[in-house]
């Protein structure tokens, strides 16, 4: 799958890596933006506040399929009902929500994990299939919670993941999974 990822800092930057390793043709665009045209999906892994901005300045995003990975910590607008619908405003395709409450720091010890982590995520039925390929090449297993009207929940739940982070437990992997499936 040819990648373009918006965003080269931990989150950007880091699932770039994953993906490469996975196989993928991965290009990472920074501030100065570029060109996705040949791009199969668009991952956006900015400042919530520089999303506009930062897909304002690249060219062939339209109709891409779009996994947003911000989060509000840079204040988010009120004129989008979330920070993917505000990515989904802007690239018009089908979009997700995902990679949002994992932490990049500790991307590099998904290998070792005695079972998958999970990773939660939400998407329109069109960008659902693409969502959960890459978050399976990413090391984690997907967590479906919905459609993106559920992005909302996921972008609030980045409060709980902090608190617990920040109480002493740091950086940690998360697992929901069926009776029996550990």
């Known amino acids: 799958m040819n990648i373009t990822v918006l965003g080269r800092g931990n989150v950007g930057g880091g699932l770039a890596d994953l993906w490469r390793k996975a196989g ?17 999906v668009v991952v956006v892994a900015v400042p919530s506040s520089a999303i506009a901005d930062a ?11 779009a996994i947003d990975a911000t989060n509000a910590l840079g204040g988010s607008g009120e004129e989008h009902e979330s920070l ?6 802007i690239v ?3 979009t997700a929500k ?9 991307y590099d010890q998904i290998p070792a ?3 998958r982590p999970s990773n939660l995520y939400a ?7 693409v969502a959960e390929r890459l978050i399976r090449d990413a090391g984690y297993d997907p967590v479906y919670v919905g459609g993106l009207d559920q992005a909302p929940l996921l972008e609030d739940h980045i409060q709980l993941v902090f608190a617990i982070n920040q109480a002493g437990l740091g950086p940690f992997f998360y697992r929901i999974a ?3 499936e550990l």
């Open 98 to 106: 995902s990679f949002n409450i994992n932490f990049a720091r500790i």
């Open 113 to 115: 994990q005695r079972s």
């Open 84 to 89: 993917a619908h505000q990515v989904k405003s």
């Open 55 to 65: 897909l304002g300045k690249v060219r062939g995003v339209q109709g891409k399929v």
């Open 178 to 180: 069926k009776p029996g």
């Open 92 to 94: 018009g395709g089908p």
């Open 24 to 40: 993928h043709e991965v290009t990472a665009l920074g501030s100065d933006g570029g060109d996705a045209s040949d791009a199969d």
């Open 123 to 129: 998407a329109e039925d069109d960008a659902r299939e």
